[in-house]
């Protein structure tokens, strides 16, 4: 069955929809790695608005004044009246509570997500508690949430792991305490398909009062298993799917916004349900997160993969040109995928571009779209045919919200067979002036990054470079993907405790040198930036309303 018949053979009765909860500024950005910064945390969310997610897990308020901060800007920029819902989480305590309360409290339609584990394995060893005062805290905590919020999601973390008896009655107490959403994580990613439909069943038949109640599924990928275990959840009666873009999440990450969307809407007659997801969103979606946390996507990706809708063998090709349904059961488009359709050449014009920029979906900035434009006609220079995949690259290379504190201005290399790879790169230093510097290095790109690195003296170790042509042919442009750690904190930069973040650059050029320096100066850029950008949300969350945890003790 294609996509096409499946949306022909739907019957007269509207299908039921099923809500998508992203999670991808929670689950997702606590993944090592895969931090954000304020305005990325901005920029992902608009972005999940565009989708059309049903709500937004905007983050996890009590960890820090930044992701207070982040979420109370998320609640009054993006949870307006037509907007998503804005979830924060919490942990069962009321000082957690209080603070998801305070962040999204300028949300139009708000909810508090309060969690604790249910299995023995972490009520004894990580609660270091008792099964009788895990149901006591989680009937006292939603009742204190319900004060807080009308809209309660209640969590038995490990749920997959835990006795079912005994999380049936926490989540009995959960629902008479007011829980609207009960959501069945399966924390390590360790249920199959018909376990996780079992859960599911198990709690739809013995829980007084589930059936008043929302059941939604959260998995984790441990196994590769979380779409499939949340669509068996939905042949059980889940209707709600935590998801995550391109699945990030903590170690395997979670079940993915895009398969999870893509497999109700091709298989819409089996599973008899539909979302509200924008689906020509998709592509950007998934491409937005994976520049942002630096993570390039495998070319074999479901959906938005880069070879997601290629037909390399010659059956496959012939089979497509006659028919395309031979071969593809959804439609690159349907997912946004604009694919080579020929665009502008060098002779069109700026309204012409924007006209064109704005087909594809994206409003830019009157200052991002001067620049856009600068960078299409330097490439209508350099290649035979521009088409919408480096338009979007230079898009997103572009609209990348990162402080310029160090500006590449130049960057020379000489190398070749018997010579020693030796780069010259001068740069513009936050102290105004511009500094040149020379190194060699293994091969080009370590001599370039060993000149910088020279220039700007933050100890950090390249743990990623990825480098992607974004078309074919030789002229095509090049996107490069690098991930740095920070070597040592600077001590004033950070409390003592902080672990040595990962910071991620992208560039976009049809040298690929030029890339690969520009995608190393960006994520220097987000490194020197973060202490700055730590100290202004924190200003900012002071401002609007966030208090100084007690101290211990009171
Ligand atoms: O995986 C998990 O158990 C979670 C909970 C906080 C819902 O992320
Ligand atoms: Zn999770």
């Known amino acids: 069955m294609t996509e096409a018949d499946a949306q022909t053979e739907i019957g007269p009765e509207p299908p039921e929809m099923i809500r998508i909860y992203d999670t991808t500024l929670r689950d997702g950005e606590q993944a090592p790695g895969c931090t954000m910064t304020f305005e990325e945390k901005l920029e992902v969310a608009r972005q999940l608005a565009r989708l059309n997610v049903d709500i937004i897990e905007a983050g996890f308020p009590v960890a820090s004044p930044g992701d207070w901060a982040a979420v109370h800007h998320i609640a009054r920029e993006i949870g307006t009246a037509d907007g998503p819902t804005i979830s924060a989480l919490a942990h069962a305590n009321v000082d957690a509570i209080d603070r998801a309360a305070t962040a999204i409290q300028p949300a139009a339609k708000k909810r508090i997500h309060v969690f604790i584990s249910t299995s023995d394995i972490h009520i004894e060893h990580q609660l270091r508690s008792t099964r009788e005062a895990v149901l006591e805290k989680a009937r006292t905590m939603v009742r204190?949430?319900?004060?807080?919020?009308?809209?309660?999601?209640?969590?038995?973390?490990?749920?997959?792991?835990?006795?079912?008896?005994?999380?049936?009655?926490?989540?009995?107490?959960?629902?008479?305490?007011?829980?609207?959403?009960?959501?069945?994580?399966?924390?390590?990613?360790?249920?199959?398909?018909?376990?996780?439909?079992?859960?599911?069943?198990?709690?739809?038949?013995?829980v007084p009062g589930a059936d008043r109640v929302i059941i939604s599924s959260h998995c984790h990928d441990d196994l590769g298993m979380a779409v499939a275990n949340s669509l068996a959840g939905v042949r059980a009666g889940v209707r709600q799917i935590e998801v995550t873009v391109n699945g990030i999440g903590e170690r395997a990450g979670n079940a993915s916004l895009e398969e999870v969307?893509?497999?109700?809407?091709?298989?819409?007659?089996?599973?008899?349900?539909?979302?509200?997801?924008?689906?020509?969103?998709?592509?950007?979606?998934?491409?937005?997160?994976?520049?942002?946390?630096?993570?390039?996507?495998?070319?074999?990706?479901?959906?938005?993969?880069?070879?997601?809708?290629?037909?390399?063998?010659?059956?496959?090709?012939?089979?497509?040109?006659?028919?395309?349904?031979?071969?593809?059961?959804?439609?690159?488009?349907?997912?946004?995928?604009?694919?080579?359709?020929?665009?502008?050449?060098?002779?069109?014009?700026?309204?012409?571009?924007?006209?064109?920029?704005?087909?594809?979906?994206?409003?830019?900035?009157?200052?991002?779209?001067?620049?856009v434009f600068i960078r299409f006609k330097e490439l209508c220079d350099r290649k035979k045919s521009v088409d919408d995949r480096d338009i979007e690259a230079v898009i997103s290379d572009e609209t990348q919200r990162i402080p310029e504190i160090y500006r590449l201005e130049h960057v020379q290399v000489t190398c070749g067979t018997g010579v020693t790879p030796v780069a010259t790169v001068r740069v513009l230093c936050p102290d105004g002036e511009a500094r040149t510097d020379t190194d060699y290095g293994t091969g080009p790109v370590d001599a370039v990054y060993r000149a910088i690195n020279r220039v700007v003296q933050r100890p950090t170790e390249l743990t990623e470079f990825a480098i992607n042509a974004i078309t074919e042919g030789l002229d095509a442009v090049a996107e490069v993907t690098v991930r740095l750690r920070e070597q040592s904190p600077v001590e004033s930069d950070a409390p003592e405790s902080r672990a040595p973040q990962v910071y991620s650059g992208y560039g976009v050029n049809t040298d690929t040198i030029v890339a690969a320096a520009e995608a190393y100066v960006g994520a220097l850029n987000k490194l020197a930036a973060s202490r700055q950008e730590r100290l202004k949300v924190e200003a900012a969350a002071y401002a609007a309303g966030y208090e100084p945890p007690l101290p211990v003790g009171r």
């Open 261 to 371: 969307v893509m497999a109700l809407h091709t298989r819409a007659q089996f599973f008899g349900q539909s979302t509200r997801i924008n689906t020509q969103e998709l592509a950007r979606s998934s491409r937005l997160v994976s520049t942002i946390i630096g993570v390039p996507l495998p070319p074999n990706k479901a959906i938005v993969g880069a070879n997601a809708f290629a037909h390399e063998s010659g059956i496959h090709q012939d089979g497509v040109l006659k028919n395309r349904l031979t071969y593809e059961i959804m439609s690159a488009e349907t997912v946004g995928l604009h694919g080579n359709a020929l665009v502008l050449g060098k002779h069109s014009g700026r309204h012409a571009l924007r006209n064109h920029i704005e087909q594809l979906g994206y409003q830019l900035s009157d200052d991002d779209f001067q620049q």
């Open 144 to 206: 204190y949430a319900k004060s807080r919020c009308e809209d309660i999601e209640f969590s038995p973390m490990d749920a997959t792991r835990s006795d079912a008896a005994y999380m049936h009655r926490v989540l009995a107490a959960a629902i008479e305490e007011g829980a609207t959403t009960l959501n069945i994580p399966d924390t390590v990613g360790y249920a199959t398909p018909e376990e996780y439909a079992a859960v599911i069943n198990g709690i739809r038949r013995n």
